[in-house]
């Protein structure tokens, strides 16, 4: 999961600041090394190991602002599904981390083995839209502790049967694990106010989602930020005093086409969404 920034006035990077060009987050410290030998030769950018909620104090410490354009892109990692082995994926027997910041204490393992019945039943039926979590929980609860994917897909096999169709039983529940252990949507709603606060006039911010949970959050956080008035339907005059800070650009979401689905699979839940700060 990661933001990249870009912005016009460089300094404050050391005793020779680079000339503008591209910023980059990043959660996952793997991904900020691949994403910088990728970058190699390709012009000036600059890395930073960091959560987006804490978006705002980062461009501040290093004068990235303000900003022309922020893009989030919130999709897991390709490398982190086939290289991470920190059991983002169940297709294998890994361990049941799913951090994307390592430093972080909190584990998927630790999520399952600690947490009450109900906690668990709400994360999978709030996170995964999971319909049989209530019957997933129960197995859980039998096969405690959970240490391993193997361990956790084993569970959700005997509570909800083996795959049926293209999608496997256990995808929901470790999507849902995921969004949880990273805090995820908590995480996103805490980054696009400060994104927008950083944009300049005609500064645009791109969201790329992947499931509708995020989808929605950022339908109704652009839509909101877009309305001079957010007083209820029956309200005789507007008393908020609300002011637009965004104009949609992206009254539908921007999806994959056909041909892009063919080439790269994974893009096929994809969601773009944009607006300009005004």
């Known amino acids: 999961m990661g933001v990249a920034v870009q912005y016009l006035d460089a300094g404050g990077l050391g005793d020779e600041p680079p000339e503008a060009g591209a910023r980059g987050l990043d959660a996952d410290a793997q991904s900020l090394k691949t994403a910088e030998e990728n970058l190699e030769g390709r012009g000036e950018f600059y890395l930073v190991h960091a959560n987006f909620r804490n978006l705002?104090?980062?461009?501040?410490?290093?004068?990235?602002?303000?900003?022309?354009?922020?893009?989030?892109?919130?999709?897991?990692?390709?490398?982190?599904?086939?290289?991470?082995g920190r059991g983002f994926s169940f297709l294998g027997d890994e361990p049941l981390d799913m951090r994307y910041d390592?430093?972080?204490?909190?584990?998927?393992?630790?999520?399952?083995?600690?947490?009450?019945?109900?906690?668990?039943?709400?994360?999978?039926?709030k996170y995964g839209e999971e319909r049989q979590a209530r019957r997933i929980v129960h197995e859980v609860l039998r096969q405690r502790p959970i240490h391993s994917t193997g361990e956790m897909v084993q569970a959700v096999e005997r509570a909800a049967g083996k795959r049926r169709g293209r999608l496997h039983p256990a995808t929901r529940t470790f999507m849902a694990l995921r969004i949880a252990t990273n805090r995820e949507l908590e995480n996103l709603s805490?980054?696009?106010?400060?994104?927008?606060?950083?944009?300049?006039?005609?500064?645009?911010?791109v969201v790329l989602s992947y499931h509708s949970l995020e989808d929605r959050l950022v339908k109704e956080f652009f839509r909101r930020e877009s309305r001079a008035c957010l007083c209820p339907p029956r309200t005789p005059a507007c008393i908020c005093a609300h002011k637009?800070?965004?104009?949609?650009?992206?009254?539908?979401?921007?999806?994959?086409?056909?041909?892009?689905?063919?080439?790269?699979?994974?893009?096929?839940?994809?969601h773009l969404r944009a607006a300009e700060r005004v």
């Not at 805490?190 to 911010?205: F, M, S, T």
């Not at 949609?248 to 994809?270: D, G, Q, W, Y």
């Open 190 to 205: 805490l980054a696009l106010p400060q994104a927008v606060k950083l944009l300049r006039p005609g500064g645009r911010l």
């Open 244 to 270: 637009p800070s965004l104009r949609l650009l992206t009254p539908k979401p921007v999806t994959p086409t056909p041909e892009e689905i063919a080439v790269n699979p994974r893009s096929r839940s994809a």
């Open 102 to 125: 390592t430093t972080q204490e909190l584990t998927a393992a630790q999520l399952i083995n600690s947490s009450s019945p109900r906690e668990l039943e709400e994360v999978l039926r």
């Open 56 to 84: 705002e104090m980062v461009c501040q410490l290093h004068d990235f602002e303000p900003l022309d354009g922020v893009l989030f892109d919130l999709g897991l990692s390709s490398l982190l599904l086939e290289e991470g």
